[in-house]
């Protein structure tokens, strides 16, 4: 039930900080990684040599933020695919392949059909799946459930945050195994995991209000892009699919890098674009290049919105505004920067009178192919 909320899809962003630390829970003992479902599944894991991602939507954006902490924590090279895409060109799998799904309702067909495939062709499976004894679970070798709750809006939003701690925690238990990770690396970023439903309480509690808002403000926005780069890339392209499932507008993501080879040339003068800034304390090299991404768009009239850190002083005077995030580590700033878009989306959503928790022509479970 909504309990007191407007609508399931308000009540779960709400949930997205028990939906990380619920997913966490029984899994941490003295900054150990501890996964009881992986038990016995050193010897798969100490084999593997190369990791496939595959999902579909918003479970595909988390599969690409948990790309990069996965190679780092386990030193194994990963690639992430559209799980529809993945068995129409005779993939190059094998015994030494592990394929990690990843399914909110683990019912996806496209997913489904993608999970079988490999298993079919010698690949080793990995669910990533927040449905107890769901189909794609039952169909892979090695589960990692994660605790969001029920979801039942349909757009994803608690299930996403709970996807990448999931797949966190999966990592650094592989990296210890396999010792591609020391004990003492793992618990920091395990105390870090540990942190951010805090710091996500935080974001709603001090931005929601503000930033419902300020979408009220574009309710006639017709377009609005995305900009991230590194680990905010997927999270600028999971800020587009957001408003276009919930608000019908035109979005779309980037890669900050990309700009100059082809979508500067949308830039117009009032155009909103979202950007999000890396922290300047991980890699000031890249916090530079961001900002001067910003400049670059906002010399061509864009109208910026950066979504930054927490006493990141740099981005104040280039943005038309700033929705601030509290300070996280290298990899645990995507968990915070999705809260600010999904709120966003959800609010020009409203304002446009639509119904959020049923957007047209979409169903929660796609189970067709
Ligand atoms: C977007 C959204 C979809 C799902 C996708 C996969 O907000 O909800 O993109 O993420 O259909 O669904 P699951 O995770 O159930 O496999």
Known sequence: EKGGWSSFMAKEISEEPEAVANT???RVRDGEVVIPELDGLDELFAGVSRIIVIACGTAAYAGQVGKYAIEQWTRIPVDVELAHEFRYRDPVIGPDTLVVSISQSGETMDTLMAVK?????????LS?????????????????????????????????????TALYLMALHIGRVRGAISAADAADHVRELEAVPGKIAQILEREQAHIEQ???????????????????FPIALEGALKLKELAYIHAEGFAAGELKHGPIALIEPGQPVFVVVPSPRKSSEMHKKVISSIEEIRARGARVIAIAEEGDAAVLPKADEVLRIPLAGPFFEPLLAVVPL???AMGLATAK????????NLAKSVTVE
């Open 353 to 360: 009178g639509l119904d959020v928790d049923q957007p047209r």
């Open 117 to 125: 495939y490999a298993r079919e062709h010698g690949a080793k499976t």
């Open 128 to 164: 990533v799946c927040n449905t107890q004894g769901a189909t794609i679970p039952r169909e892979s070798d090695a589960i990692v459930y994660t605790h969001a709750g029920p979801e039942v809006a349909v757009a994803s939003t608690k299930a996403f945050v709970a996807q990448i």
């Open 24 to 26: 966490l829970r029984g």
């Open 214 to 232: 300020f979408a009220g403000w574009m309710a006639d926005t017709r377009s609005v892009l995305f900009l991230g780069r590194h680990v905010g």
């Open 342 to 344: 999904h709120i966003f």
